[in-house]
């Protein structure tokens, strides 16, 4: 995977920018996350077709733009400042980088190009009922028949766009308790989607239940690694969105400061909004040095991928959801309404910060890596 140079990633972070916020601005996103699919099949062939994102990182003899995770995140970063609301997320952040770690040159070949194209749209399911994001946590069941056949039967819940999805890529134990990644056609006859009530209506989420699934296994061996290595991918890629929202409030907050009459005097005046103010800048700061670390630690193959992700998605989602809440107390009664962006920052925002895994979680795996490195 190829890096561009700091020059065309400025021009990269300006032509997927001024794109974003012409196809995804605020009255926009309200009507898309008003319908049942959650994008606009147009906008989304226009993402694929014009700016090439979900294919970024997809190697070019798989119809991709063999780019690194690196330009990746500036996509991301600038999905984030617009909440968009299209599949790029779970077929980019997700899929993308499980096919990749795998390894499946076949299943690479034959997913990569109409992925690439914009008409295969892709998701991960590996959370089941209990909501954990954690190989060790699966208990989906694969089994396979006299003739070589692949059977799934289990429960996965959580799921990003699982119920549009076109390819899921389910993650199962296999009879000998290894994990296993599995394709399964999002149309499968065996396969019922729930769509979920969320707090954040701009990221669909479902309940999948699978019934004597057919799917064809992608990779060979335990995939127990392989699965880890993505998740940590997935990891940065959704602090970096994260970074984008943030940034976004800081934006619209500082700017509100500024035309808020209190007093005869803008609001931005006033000692207590400046160092709140103060305070969000350096929150986002921080979240993008984390942020471009642990994308960084992915675009070069680090082995410290997992700690360093692990870091930026902690300090990302609790970033983030920092500055959407004094986002929403800054602009004052104006901010808690339905009319308002705000909320929409702060719901993505909560809802983000739990879907790779929790707190406790990433605290958990932080500290093992550091006793890792101390042993």
Known sequence: MTTISPE?????????????????????????????????????????GELGLPALTLPAEYGGAGMSEEELAIALEEAGDTLLCAPL??????????????????????????????????????????????????RCAAT??????WLLDGVKNYVVDGATAGLILVVARIPAGELAVFAVPGDDPGLAAEQLVTLDQTRKQARLVLTQVKADRIGTGDATEPV????????????????????????MTVEYAKTRIQFARPIGSFQAVKQTLAEMLVQVESARSAAYAAVTAAATDDPELAHVAAIAALTCAEAYTWVTEETIQLHGGMGFTWEHDAHLYFKRARSSAIQLGTATELVDL??????????
């Not at 065309?8 to 008003?34: F, G, P």
């Not at 077929?91 to 034959?110: E, I, M, N, Q």
């Not at 880890?228 to 984008?244: F, H, K, N």
């Open 8 to 48: 065309d990633a400025k021009l990269l972070k300006a032509s997927i920018r001024e794109a974003l916020r012409a196809l995804s601005d605020s009255a926009e996103v309200r009507r898309v996350m008003a319908t049942a699919r959650g994008f606009d099949d147009k906008v989304w062939q226009r993402l694929s």
């Open 89 to 138: 997320f779970a077929t980019a952040a997700l899929a993308v980088p499980l096919l990749r770690s795998l390894g499946d040159a076949a299943a690479l070949a034959h997913y990569g190009p109409p992925i690439a194209a914009g008409d295969l749209t892709a998701t991960v399911a590996l959370s089941e009922d209990g909501g954990h994001w954690r190989p060790d946590a699966v």
């Open 144 to 149: 396979q028949t006299p003739d070589g056949r």
């Open 228 to 251: 880890a290595r993505a998740t940590a991918v997935s990891r940065a890629l959704l602090a970096a969105e994260q970074v984008g929202g943030a940034q976004h409030c800081l934006d």
């Open 366 to 375: 932080i500290g093992q890596g550091l006793a890792a490195s101390v042993g």
